[in-house]
């Protein structure tokens, strides 16, 4: 098993024995981050050491290399008995790394990118690495070369919490500045206008209210890759998400790893946590100065209760943004292979909440039943029964297509297909189970010629 950590090693003297490419690479990595590098049992320094080095000749046969003066043993002397001699000298509290499998030499080392006091890892448990640096390489064009510089200017500004009180302060700065065209143009400046760029940037910040902002962000309807790149940016940037049960784990993966993490979904008579006290831990957050996203399923002005709570947040003058994301009547049906509308079956589509509280049927029945139109009911399994018996009643043929939709877009979605006089039976004999989104109208029987996802 493979742990992808970082070693710190308060004696930061590293011991060299060899000399082959492998070592070498070893061996300037560790001086690129300040360690200073001893070459052992050479008379003189190998080619390409980095600059710096010390070489020890004429190692004592019966010496050990110690905790006491090594922090770190590199070893790689080009043939496998002679390393085996060499670690067997090593204390065995000092971390060694060597080529092979031999398990006394514990430490690896990832493909790494440098951009000056910043370090970024590719790390495969080193199996693969040419993978590694691949990918590093990749990541390499993507950072600014003014990066380097700009971390570096900072390093001297002190701990930011004494400059930027809450956490929404300090992130929005980070992003800023790391998004903003210093960055880009920082390693072309004289260090003293750099100097005074940051503290400008700096001042901007500390002169911004401290109060947080909340985010609704539409997650989708379930697959990932279907969250928009507005989204994505928003969630990394988070400190605290608010979360419904719709939303998959795939998507909470994507979160800011450090992030605060509250649960408040809903089930059909079971709320985890009611609206009016959703809606306050908004504002509580917000004030306390952080970056608050209200994650929901779908779309947040699509039955997500998006507009109660940012009315709630307008009146306590908290600041936020709406985020869409695409509804589940978009998306379920994309992926279960049924336009919504089309230009012989359907000319507008009508969206309607299915979940009917005590069984109530209060819907303007006689307004569904129309020629070229496609219904989508959200959240109308429980329903469906009142949902097929109303649009009967109210004049819709018993012939017309029907179509459920569980789980869509997800590994798990399924589809079961009928009409109106025989879809709920069909589900009593099926495994369909919530979040279940229903498609009515001539469009569904498109659904054999142009499905893609079976």
């Given amino acids: 098993m493979s742990l992808t950590v970082s070693l710190r090693i308060d004696l930061?003297?590293?011991?060299?024995?060899?000399?082959?490419?492998?070592?070498?690479?070893k061996a300037r990595q560790c001086a690129d981050q300040g360690a200073r590098v001893v070459w052992i049992d050479h008379s003189a320094l190998p080619d390409e050491a980095p600059a710096?080095?010390?070489?020890?000749?004429?190692?004592?046969?019966?010496?050990?290399?110690t905790g006491d003066d090594y922090g770190l043993v590199l070893i790689d002397t080009g043939a496998a008995d002679e390393d085996r001699q060499w670690l067997d000298r090593v204390d065995r509290?000092?971390?060694?790394?060597?080529?092979?499998?031999?398990?006394?030499?514990?430490?690896?080392?990832?493909a790494a990118i440098q951009r000056g006091p910043l370090r970024i890892t590719v790390d495969t448990g080193g199996r693969w690495p040419t993978v590694a640096n691949w990918l590093r390489q990749r990541l390499d064009t993507l950072l600014p070369e003014g990066l380097a510089n700009v971390l570096q200017g900072m390093t001297g500004k002190g701990e930011l919490s004494s400059l930027l009180a809450t956490p929404h302060q300090r992130r929005h700065f980070w992003y800023r500045l790391l998004e903003g065209p210093l960055v880009n143009r920082a390693h072309q400046m004289p260090e003293a206008e750099l100097q005074a760029a940051l503290d400008q940037s700096l001042e901007r910040a500390s002169a911004e209210s401290g109060q947080g902002e909340v985010y609704l962000v539409g997650a989708g309807p379930g697959d990932p890759d279907l969250l928009t790149l507005k989204a994505l940016r928003i969630?990394?940037?988070?400190?605290?998400v608010l979360y419904d049960r719709l939303v998959s784990?795939?998507?909470?993966?994507?979160?800011?790893?450090?992030?605060?993490m509250i649960h408040v979904g809903k089930e059909r008579s079971r709320h985890t946590l009611p609206q009016d006290q959703i809606n306050q831990r908004l504002v509580e957050l917000a004030r306390d100065g952080r970056t608050v996203v209200r994650l929901k399923g779908g779309d947040p002005f699509i039955f997500g209760r998006g507009g109660e709570e940012i009315e709630t947040l307008a009146e306590a003058g908290v600041s936020f943004q709406v985020v869409p994301g695409i509804t589940a009547a978009s998306g379920c049906a994309a992926y279960a292979g049924i336009p919504l509308t089309h230009r012989d079956h359907a000319q507008s589509v009508r969206f309607v909440t299915g979940h009917l509280k005590n069984d109530s049927c209060n819907l303007p029945?006689?307004?569904?039943?129309?020629?070229?139109?496609?219904?989508v009911f959200y959240m109308g399994l429980v329903g469906l029964p009142i949902i097929t018996r109303e649009l009967k009643a109210h004049g819709m043929a018993g012939t017309t297509p029907v179509a459920l939709v569980s789980k869509g877009t997800t590994p798990e979605q399924a589809v079961l297909t009928g009409t109106l006089d025989t879809i709920s039976e069909r589900v009593e004999e099926s495994t369909v189970r919530p979040p279940?989104?229903?498609?009515?109208?001539?469009?569904?029987?498109?659904?054999?010629?142009?499905?893609?996802?079976?």
């Avoid at 930061?12 to 690479?25: D, E, S, T």
């Avoid at 029945?365 to 219904?375: E, G, I, K, P, S």
């Fill in 12 to 25: 930061a003297v590293v011991a060299c024995i060899g000399k082959g490419p492998r070592l070498l690479a």
């Fill in 52 to 65: 710096g080095s010390e070489c020890l000749p004429d190692w004592p046969a019966d010496a050990a290399l």
């Fill in 93 to 110: 509290l000092v971390p060694v790394w060597m080529p092979g499998q031999e398990p006394r030499a514990q430490v690896q080392f990832p």
């Fill in 235 to 240: 969630i990394a940037q988070a400190d605290v």
């Fill in 249 to 260: 784990r795939e998507i909470l993966n994507r979160v800011r790893a450090d992030a605060e």
């Fill in 365 to 375: 029945w006689r307004d569904f039943v129309q020629t070229n139109q496609t219904l």
């Fill in 436 to 454: 279940t989104l229903i498609i009515i109208g001539d469009v569904v029987q498109l659904r054999d010629r142009l499905s893609w996802m079976g």
